[in-house]
């Protein structure tokens, strides 16, 4: 028998079914969020799509930075990243000129060639222990030239380098194989600008010729150049679009000059970068060097030898030895006069010193004396800088006097020693003043070192002064270099 169900009056069926709400109603809830990302996400790659192609191909490579070194740390030498240009054919040879400024395990940077060496002897990246090499990216082969094929690859070092995504980079430092850095000073220099900023740094050419027919307002690529990080991140993405629009440029220096340009950041020049667009004897400019960290040096091999009766190689050992000792003060000239014998005395530190049997003023010693030649046409000019013509009257010649020895005094100072070398070119004169100056054989110059920070202010040339009372014993004289006095000129 079947029993009918009985319905409790104080039943009610909207209960029952009341649990099963709020369970859909925050199901719901938690998928609007999963809605929303799913929407976004379309919608940026939809907007990634056109934006990308609105700007062409470009890659973007993401900028590292180590946590380990905070970004208020003083600049280094180990946060420039060197990019130096060569080949496979001349590398073996350029490595001699390398080895004079490369430490390793302090400095870092790449040599980057066309192709593989060919030297047996090659391991892991090296040869001789020396800066290491990379290959560049093929890629460079795509574009297009009008004259020279190598200056895409070499343009396009900067962006190999950039490439490497190595930490901890503040500035991309080019140059070539046979450029010759001097890297405490080039620190001195960059330690002056916010490596934060996009900065372009370096020099142009000596010879007006070649900035003419290149540009005034370029950094030559031989004398070396620096590119700070934020300025390099922006050049790489759009350098393949320059080398496209100026495929018709011989250099692969006015290659990125024009494309920084595009990016609107100006050189920054810096006198100490020395392209060296100069011909037959640099001891005229290297006598009389601008008030300015010594930073590169370029073009040796077709150069007059810094040194008579050396090698260029043994000469610049033995400029670099006199850097290592005093880096700040290297080449840099001081003036003074004794006004008993009306000598006029120029002394450019740790190589040259000139004593002129007569007075010239402090202008006319800081000009350079015309021992050189422009780059391309070996003429007497135009330069863009004011030089001295030799006179063809060998009395009016300096006594010239070449580096014989450097060594520290000290903690904080040093002692050169110059030995005379003969009239500048070789030719004697009878006056009684020449004669005297000629009877001079060693010169003893004592200093303090240079404070790197002395380039953080407002430069002035130091002054310097004969000791002993001017006298003059067993042929040796003996010279001070140090601060101008408050009231002290270098007037006659």
């Known amino acids: ?38 929407i976004a996400s379309i919608c940026f790659v939809l907007y990634s799509a056109f934006s990308n192609h609105s700007r062409g191909n470009h890659i973007f490579l993401p900028r590292l930075k180590s946590e380990s070194t905070p970004d208020r740390e003083p600049t280094n030498i180990s946060h420039i990243l060197f990019s130096i240009s060569g080949s496979a054919a001349t590398w073996h040879d350029r490595t001699r000129y390398i080895n004079l400024w490369w430490k390793p395990n302090r400095t870092r940077g790449f040599v980057w060639l066309d192709e593989e060496p060919r030297e047996k002897n090659r391991a892991s990246g090296t040869i001789a222990n020396t800066i290491p090499y990379r290959v560049s990216d093929p890629s460079w082969t795509r574009f297009r030239y009008s004259s020279s094929r190598s ?134 400019l290297l006598g009389a060097h601008p008030i300015a960290p010594l930073v590169t040096l370029h073009h040796i091999d077709y150069l007059n030898s810094l040194f008579p009766n050396r090698t260029q190689l043994d ?3 033995t400029l670099i030895h006199a850097y290592r000792i005093d880096p700040n003060r290297i080449l840099q000239q001081s003036l003074c006069y004794d006004t008993k014998r009306e000598w006029s005395i120029s002394i ?72 005379k070398y003969g009239p500048l070119l070789g030719k004697s004169c009878d006056k009684p003043g020449f004669v005297k100056a000629m009877e001079v054989k060693t010169i003893i110059v004592s200093s303090l070192k240079l404070d790197p920070k002395y380039w953080h202010k407002a430069t002035q040339r130091q002054c310097c002064e004969i000791m002993d009372g001017g006298s003059i014993t067993d042929g040796t004289m003996r010279i001070r270099v140090r601060k101008c006095r408050p009231k002290e000129t270098m007037a006659l």
């Open 151 to 284: 200056a895409v690859r070499i343009a396009r070092i900067i962006w190999d380098s950039f490439k490497l995504n190595l930490p901890n980079v503040r500035w991309f430092v080019m140059g070539d194989d046979d450029t010759v850095f001097f890297t405490d000073n080039l620190l001195s220099v960059l330690t002056r600008y916010d490596h934060n900023q996009m900065w372009y740094i370096g020099c142009n050419s000596e010879s007006v010729e070649q900035n003419v027919m290149h540009a005034y307002d370029m950094a030559f690529g031989g004398g070396g150049f620096a590119v700070s990080y934020p300025l390099a991140e922006k050049l790489v993405n759009a350098l393949d679009g320059c080398l496209e629009r100026y495929y018709y440029f011989y250099g692969s220096d006015q290659r990125i000059w024009a494309c920084i340009s595009e990016i609107g950041v100006s050189l920054t020049p810096e006198r100490g970068f020395h392209q060296l667009d100069i011909r037959g004897d640099p001891y005229g």
């Open 315 to 317: 000469s610049l050992e």
């Open 1 to 38: 028998m079947s029993q009918a169900r009985v319905q409790d009056p104080n039943h009610n069926p909207l209960k029952s079914s009341f649990p099963s709400k709020p369970r859909r109603f925050f199901l719901l809830l938690a998928r609007i969020p999963v809605i929303v990302c799913l």
């Open 348 to 419: 450019s530190w740790g190589y040259t010193i000139q004593i002129y049997p007569l007075f010239l003023s402090a202008n006319n010693l800081a000009m350079p004396l015309q021992t050189f030649k422009t780059w391309r046409s070996w003429r007497d000019g135009p330069f863009v800088f004011n030089t001295r013509s030799v006179s063809p009257d060998p009395c009016d010649h300096p006594v010239v006097y070449f580096l014989d020895s450097v060594e520290n005094v000290g903690p904080t100072g040093t002692r050169t020693t110059y030995t």
